[in-house]
């Protein structure tokens, strides 16, 4: 059985749809980053986000308001693997319709296949997939949103929510077989291997758990309950099932950014993924003033710059990461673009700061 789950088009009337995120994935965070000794409204502010929000688990963020105020807080409070922290501790109830969908499964096979077909529902510009891999499901995560790229701290607050959930039923001591991150490795990294008591990679091409199928097998949810498992799936259906697809722009942003770890990005790959052939696709972006080469520029000098400032990467990593054969090549089209070498820029930055 193959669940390979794309995600939903994001719908477009907010008073009945997610456009975002649901705010039950915020559950808590308030009082989280108080714990941590952080500011509230200094780190609310910051991210854009009203703390009325969080009060309505139905109400819908926007993404990138979402990640940011979880680096944020990260920032702010100085405690770098907050995300890891606040995810370890975030239960599934606490999520909300997502996490009942959970829950209220017959087993826990189920309730993880329940799990990652709604949450798109539950947040839009992700992928979310549960691949059968032979004896273990591979749950994949990654936000794919064109604007957003700090996404660490939503990544490990999302893995420790999946990781949670098979918790729920197979106790605290539960670890999946391999735990994968896309981010490079944090200095405390050490508290990532304790969390999950696994292996954990970095700098890999997607978020990820590998969950052994035996593990599940029998394993039936102490919540079951078909009834309200049907009323759940029809409620969170409804938030996401009444809007448009999201602008093919943005579908192709995401496309690309999704895929540069992979090597130069080809017009007829990306293309065929939207279900667009080549001339479509190159109509349709001319519409919006752009080649599909400036195009994937675009993405590449924003993911660039985006990085540089964060320091965990080196060029060299960084080179990889956006599709680039050689260090070389991204170093002269860096320069190309920004009158600097990546060396040089980072530079720059640190002694502005």
Not at 18 to 27: D, Y
Not at 205 to 226: F, Y
Not at 311 to 327: C, K, P, R
């Amino acid at each position: 059985m193959l669940q390979t789950l794309i995600p939903s088009a994001a719908p477009t009337s907010p008073a009945a749809s997610n456009r975002g995120v649901l705010s039950a994935a915020a559950n808590g965070l308030d009082g989280f980053i108080v714990q941590h000794g952080g500011d509230l409204d200094r780190v609310f502010g910051c991210a854009g986000i009203d703390p009325e929000q969080l009060l309505h688990p139905t109400l819908s963020l926007p993404l990138t308001n979402y990640c940011k105020v979880l680096e944020e807080a990260a920032w702010q409070t100085g405690c770098d693997n907050f995300g890891l922290r606040y995810g370890q501790q975030f239960q599934p109830q606490a999520l909300g319709l997502l996490g009942y969908i959970g829950l209220c499964s017959a087993t826990l096979e189920d309730a993880l296949i329940n799990f990652s077909q709604a949450f798109p529902f539950h947040q839009h510009s992700t992928l979310i997939e549960l691949v059968d891999q032979g004896d273990c499901y591979r749950f994949n995560y990654q936000v794919r949103h064109g604007a957003i790229h700090e996404r660490r701290q939503d990544a490990e607050l999302t893995m420790g929510m999946a990781m949670n959930l098979v918790r729920h039923v197979l106790g605290p001591d539960w670890a999946p077989r391999q735990v994968a991150f896309e981010h490079a490795r944090p200095q405390e990294w050490h508290e990532h291997r304790d969390t999950f008591h696994a292996d954990v990679s970095f700098g890999q091409g997607c978020n990820s758990l590998l969950i052994p199928k035996r593990e599940l097998v029998g394993k039936a949810m102490p919540g079951s309950d078909p009834i309200l498992l049907m009323l759940i799936k029809d409620a969170i259906r409804q938030l996401g099932d009444n809007g448009s697809e999201i602008s093919l722009l943005e579908r192709a942003r995401q496309t690309i950014l999704a895929t540069l770890h992979l090597g130069e990005p080809a017009l007829d790959e990306i293309a065929h993924h939207l279900g667009l052939s080549e001339w479509a696709l190159q109509r349709k972006l001319r519409e919006q003033g752009l080649s599909f080469t400036q195009l994937v520029d675009q993405i590449r000098q924003d993911s660039a710059i985006a990085h540089l400032k964060q320091q965990n990467l080196s060029v060299t990593q960084l080179a990889s990461m956006l599709g680039y054969s050689e260090t070389s090549a991204f170093s002269r089209a860096f320069k190309r673009w920004f009158g600097l070498s990546p060396k040089q820029w980072r530079s720059a930055a640190v002694n502005t700061q």
